[in-house]
């Protein structure tokens, strides 16, 4: 199950919801070579250093259109690509209902955090449509729920999930 928050860099003039509509109407991912400033590296190993050090062991990987940073933990999986000016954070999550909180959507939201400090980026959670800034996390736990029971009638339907 995919839950996802995308990061857009503010634009001077905009607001955030035209910042981030401007963004995904221009969305071409993996489509360019990446090209880093210096601040943006820099932002990119903060990243991984405090992932790691806050919440554990992370890897990282650099390939030609994004650097990707992957993070197990106790409560699933998650992947951010990083692409300078905008990211997603993808979370991997098959169970729902109380397990969604404390644990996974609290530990994406942590990591969303770190890469809002670090590179100046704002966080949207996609499914819950907030902003990772003062996001309701109780709201993002019945969204995630909704997507995974969705999922699940998928599977069940296909015959790929025992019902």
């Known amino acids: 199950m995919g839950y996802a928050i995308c990061f857009v860099r503010p634009k001077a003039g905009r607001t955030l919801d035209e910042t981030l509509e401007d963004s995904f109407s221009r969305l071409s991912i993996g489509s360019r070579k990446l090209r880093l400033s210096p601040e943006q590296r ?10 790691t050090a806050e919440l554990g062991s992370a890897t990282s990987e650099e390939f030609r259109s994004d650097l990707v940073l992957r993070y197990q ?25 109380h397990f969604a909180l404390p644990g996974i959507l609290a530990e994406a939201y942590s990591i969303a955090t770190i890469v809002e400090q670090e590179t100046g980026l704002a966080g949207f959670d996609v499914q819950a449509a907030q902003w990772v800034a003062g996001a309701d996390l109780a709201l993002a736990a019945v969204k995630l729920d909704e997507a995974i029971q969705g999922l699940r009638q998928f599977m069940i339907r296909r015959g790929e999930f025992p019902g």
């Open 42 to 51: 820099t932002g990119w190993d903060q990243i991984v250093r405090r992932v």
């Open 73 to 97: 933990g106790p409560s699933g999986y998650m992947q951010l690509n990083y692409r300078g000016d905008s990211a997603e954070l993808d979370v991997f999550y098959f169970y729902s209902g």
